[in-house]
């Protein structure tokens, strides 16, 4: 598993790096977004609550969804849009509000997903949740008069079609919607929250997420050869289709030849290669094949549901399933102790407390209902129970059907080197004999131009043995073979690295005598 460490150095002179805000956020906006925060309303950017910065459009979407505690069923039900222009992590808040009438675009195919919400076009939103028509009970560039008289803004509100809707601005008029009735109804709009906010669902044990998630978890082994010959290390990774669909950390299988996943029934399955990755996000996506090592065929892997991990919260239950240690699947539990935490730059991961190490990379974090909410991937270096994981949502954006690269080809791939798919080995002679307890000289010549790596391997190491002697010149080298016990062996060289053809090798017949 990677490491990442966060040092945080305080300065004396921590001003010279402030900017002075375009806007002025006011103490009744951080009341408001702190008590929005304490409903799991109102998230930080990473850097704080960011009241002085102008909200999106989106970002409204988004509150107007949680508003009406219809976040899950957003994430989870498949709404669409016509926009073009809306981030993907908005897409289905959008889709939500755009299917209930909630917001509109500026044209059929533009919604302005990222640009900067005004006052009115919030006071908008707000309205239409509270079941105000914008045709019929007010007009949509003046809300004003009818917001004002529910309560929304005060009579010192500035009234601009115009104004910027900042982060401020938007949780102090989402804390006082939430006091605000339905139109014709004496019903709150908090009251409704807090009653949908008891729908959830019953939590699983651990036993439970044991028994339901485990098999789907794999133990994986990495090579440095196709063949998978020579181990380079060992992670993890989980089945999210039932013919073979996986996924696991990039950095777990990047610049990696072979790979192998180990059931927890014992069998082993060959990784037959990459579907698509996303280096930045440190996510693979790979495909096991159905034939193990021992010969037999699976008619269909165990799997995990994928959840949002938009849905994540501080506080929430997670359970995390690899093999740290080379030691196969292994269950800790903890809870999420930050949702949206930001590390050296990178975009934001999940924190939790449950414990993780070196070969959990590509394990599987899971929340109370044995959904997938992120891919652990690292830890806080000097820092006890500290992981952090790629928030799952992450992997909607990569492709879980087309062609599978082998590990070998996708590593070149990612890398833009040309692959020397012509070259060859040769030996200098297809036959050699040589004395028992005595060395014969063979030369072996590539004309492979680029980095590479040749392996030899001894059929029976019993009769014969070789390594490599004197290196003649860029191209050219002697392969020194000693004979151990009379008989007849074979001697194999082929590239187990580098960008030498992998089909290429040269077998040498060795007689001792």
């Known amino acids: 598993m990677k490491r990442k460490i966060l040092s945080i150095l305080l300065a004396a002179a921590l001003t010279a790096a402030l900017t002075v805000p375009a806007f002025a956020w006011s103490g009744d906006e951080m009341a408001a977004a702190d008590e929005l925060y304490s409903l799991g309303l109102f998230k930080g950017t990473g850097e704080g609550y960011a009241l002085d910065r102008a909200a999106t459009r989106q970002e409204a979407a988004v509150m107007l969804v949680k508003l009406l505690g219809r976040q899950n069923a957003a994430l989870t039900g498949h709404y669409s849009h016509p926009f073009s222009d809306v981030d993907a992590w908005a897409d289905d808040y959008v889709g939500y509000c755009y299917q209930k009438k ?5 044209d059929k195919t533009h919604f302005g997903g990222g640009d900067s919400l005004t006052a009115a076009q919030y006071l908008t939103y707000i309205l239409r949740v509270l079941g105000y028509g914008a045709d019929s009970d007010f007009n949509w560039s003046s809300p004003w008069a009818l917001a004002e008289k529910l309560g929304l803004i005060d009579a010192a509100f500035t009234r601009s079609a115009s104004a910027p809707c900042t982060r401020g601005m938007l949780a102090q008029i989402t804390d006082s919607a939430l006091k605000a009735r339905f139109k014709g109804t004496s019903d709150t709009l908090g009251e409704y929250l807090q009653a949908a906010s008891k729908t ?28 998978c010959k020579t181990q380079y290390g060992s992670a993890s990774g989980f089945f999210i289709s039932a013919d073979g669909v996986a996924v696991t950390n990039y950095h777990a299988i990047r610049d990696h030849y072979g790979a192998k996943a180990t059931l927890v029934s014992g069998e082993t399955y060959p990784v037959l290669g990459v579907i698509s990755a996303d280096p930045a996000r440190d996510l693979a996506v790979i495909r096991i094949g159905r034939t193990a090592e021992s010969g037999g065929t699976i008619a269909k892997f165990p799997y995990l549901t994928l959840g949002r991990s938009a849905l994540v919260e501080e506080g ?19 809870i999420v102790s930050n949702a949206w935490r930001v590390v050296d730059s990178d975009p934001p991961y999940i924190q939790t407390s449950a414990a993780t190490a070196v070969g959990s990379s590509g394990g599987a974090l899971l929340n109370d209902q044995g959904q997938v909410v992120g891919v652990c991937t690292a830890i806080l270096s000097n820092g006890d129970d500290m992981t952090l994981a790629v928030p799952i949502d992450a992997l909607s954006a990569l492709s879980k059907t087309g062609t599978v690269y082998s590990l070998y080809d996708y590593s070149y791939k990612q890398s833009q080197v040309v692959r020397d798919t012509l070259c060859s080995i040769t030996a200098g002679s297809a036959e050699i004999t040589v004395p028992y307890h005595q060395s014969g000289a063979v030369v072996i010549t590539t004309d492979c131009v680029s980095d590479f790596y040749m392996g030899i391997e001894s059929a029976d190491p019993t009769v014969a043995i070789a390594q490599w002697g004197t290196q003649i010149d860029k191209y050219s080298c002697t392969l020194l073979i000693t004979g151990l ?8 060289v082929k590239f187990l690295s580098g960008y030498g053809n992998p089909d290429a090798a040269a077998v040498i017949t060795v007689h001792v005598v």
């Open 200 to 227: 959830s669902e019953t939590p699983l044990t651990g036993a439970e997420i044991a028994r339901k998630c485990s098999g789907a978890v794999f133990y994986m082994t990495t090579y440095v050869d196709t063949d």
């Open 316 to 334: 929430d239950t997670v359970y995390a399933i690899g093999s740290p240690l080379a030691q196969s699947n292994t269950m800790t539990s903890g």
């Open 485 to 492: 016990a009379k008989g007849t062996t074979t001697v194999t």
């Open 102 to 106: 909630l917001v509109s675009g500026y």
